[in-house]
């Protein structure tokens, strides 16, 4: 979702990706740019982005996030049961 325009138009950061978090993370595990939301992805470069392995999280989209020097924590969605 950058701007080159200083937020008047918007552009795709990865295309048909519906993404909530983008953050820059530096730690032990790894140094780069993760996004979430249905999925999760990671780039070192901003530019080329690789599918995380997300097996585990449960609970819909991912809406945060947290980190230390060795762990990624995310926070999901609350999915309602009808």
Sequence with gaps: MPS?????????????EYLNV?????????????AFG???????????WEHLDMTGVSGGNVTCYTSTSQYLFVGTEKRRSL
């Excluded at 080159?4 to 048909?16: C, I, Q, R, S």
């Excluded at 983008?22 to 993760?34: D, E, Q, R």
């Design 22 to 34: 983008v953050a820059f993370i530096m730690n032990s595990f790894k140094m780069g740019y993760f």
């Design 4 to 16: 080159t325009d200083f937020g008047e138009n918007w552009l795709a950061l990865v295309d048909n």
């Design 38 to 48: 249905e999925s999760g992805l990671f780039s070192a470069d901003f530019t080329t």
